[in-house]
């Protein structure tokens, strides 16, 4: 598949080649898809796994077919972790491509500034495969969005509470926290603290910390002021690694919860694996299908180094499968048909499609005789509510021997049980 794409130099190094055999296709159009998503700065590495996702998922239904009578392509942007680079990127994308959606972006607090500056006023589809902050559901009921918006993770709304949960049973009692310092680590803080505090546990402390620092020391000082037990760590992998090691070399307890970014092998070897043997984590988590199979044999040869539990790579390949369906059923890559197609292709009811050229064939045929699909993809079953949300699991995890193990699920109704005991 060519791919339009506008990256730096820095970028292509960091991720190898961007570039994949072309299927053989009847057609001589193209629908233009804009992904912008972060392949360089914090995120980079979220970045790079989920546009080797979208181009999977692309690839299989070209391979398929293609959708509504054209090939899918991707003009891939990187948004540098930044979210005026991330509006600038997608600002090019809408007023010179005129792409009618774009897949983007990894981070909060780049897609926020894309939807709010870019695709809301342009009636631009917009998916993000990672953003969790709840500010995009606000956005939403507040009406900026447009109806525009769609995301394949789990509000942080819900993993705060599955977060605060999951520490308490691990007998994480008492923890200092250090957050990145940007709508999504504010926001996670805050749903985690309302959980953990309900559920009896003592924060010793809050340090927020800006991205990019040549050191995290003076943050560290302040978070082993209370003498805690534990350090929740809320960041990404890069920024991450060298705060704990810091809190380490400094003496803080080898103790940690992490958010869903910090899942990542590079996290692991930067701070040494002898040291998170008692590491605790949570995820949007999944729902086992034929389409998680098929995204774990398929995802890892073709994209460049990562495997199928990369954090943003599943649900980049859903977001990106389900946007191509929606093209399908709506006929054309109009944006607001668009938005009636995503509805239509993951509503309850249609003919159950999973992941891969097959799947995908299959789903272009039953489509084209006007009967209803059901996309049923890696993570699992979603829908969409009105908001552009979606509800599901979460993965409780922790790290063992420098490997990242999987210790249960928590499902949907036990984060609302403990919702209500709380009184949330």
């Not at 590495?45 to 998922?57: H, I, M, T, W, Y």
């Not at 923890?175 to 926001?187: K, R, S, W």
């Not at 908001?387 to 790290?399: A, L, M």
Request: glycine content about 12%; proline content about 5%.
């Amino acid at each position: 598949m060519r791919l339009a794409s506008m990256v730096s130099a820095a970028a292509i190094a960091a991720t190898g080649a961007f570039v994949a055999p072309q299927p053989v296709l009847a057609q001589d159009c193209a629908h233009t898809i804009g992904v912008v998503v972060s392949l360089t700065g914090p995120a980079g590495r979220f970045g790079q796994a989920a546009s080797k996702s979208v181009e999977l998922a692309f690839g299989d239904l070209n391979d398929a077919g293609g959708v509504a009578g054209c090939r899918l392509e991707m003009d891939l942007r990187d948004a540098q972790s930044q979210g005026s680079v991330a509006v600038d990127q997608a600002r090019q994308l809408v007023d010179l491509v005129g792409v009618p959606a774009i897949i983007g972006g990894i981070i909060s607090s780049v897609s926020i500034p894309i939807l709010t500056s870019v695709t809301a006023d342009a009636g631009v589809v917009q998916i993000s495969p990672a953003s969790s902050s709840p500010t995009l559901t606000r956005i939403a009921q507040e009406g900026q969005s447009k109806g525009m918006f769609f995301r394949t993770i789990t509000s942080d709304a819900l993993q705060g509470t599955a977060a605060a949960k999951y520490a308490m049973d691990q007998g994480l009692s008492e923890l200092a926290i250090i957050h990145v310092n940007n709508d999504f680590g504010v926001n996670m803080v805050a749903e985690f603290t309302k959980a953990y505090e309900a559920l009896g546990g003592t924060i010793t402390s809050v340090t927020p910390y800006n991205q990019n620092q040549a050191s995290y020391a003076p943050e560290v000082t302040a978070g082993l002021a209370g003498d805690p037990d534990a350090l929740y760590l809320v960041s990404y992998p890069g920024d991450g690694t060298t705060i704990a090691r810091t809190w380490i070399s400094q003496g803080g307890p080898a103790k940690f919860l992490l958010n869903d970014g910090m899942n990542s092998g590079d996290f692991i070897e930067g701070v040494g694996p002898q040291f998170l043997n008692e590491a605790y984590g949570t995820s949007s988590g999944t729902t086992t299908t034929p389409s998680t199979e098929y995204f774990q044999a398929a995802y890892p040869p073709m994209s460049g180094g990562f495997d199928a539990g990369a954090p943003a790579a599943d649900r980049a390949y859903d977001a990106a499968a389900i946007l191509g369906l929606a093209i399908a059923q709506a006929g054309s890559a109009e944006p607001a048909a668009i938005v009636e197609g995503i509805r239509a292709v993951t509503a309850e009811g249609g003919e159950v499609i999973h992941a891969g050229p097959e799947e995908f064939e299959r789903a272009l045929g039953l489509i084209a005789d006007g009967q209803a699909i059901r996309y049923v993809g890696v993570i699992g079953a979603v829908s969409f509510d009105e908001n552009g949300d979606i509800t599901g699991p979460f993965r409780k995890w922790r790290i063992v021997d420098g490997e990242i193990t999987t210790v249960a699920q928590m499902t949907t109704e036990e984060v609302d049980a403990v919702k209500a005991e709380i009184g949330q």
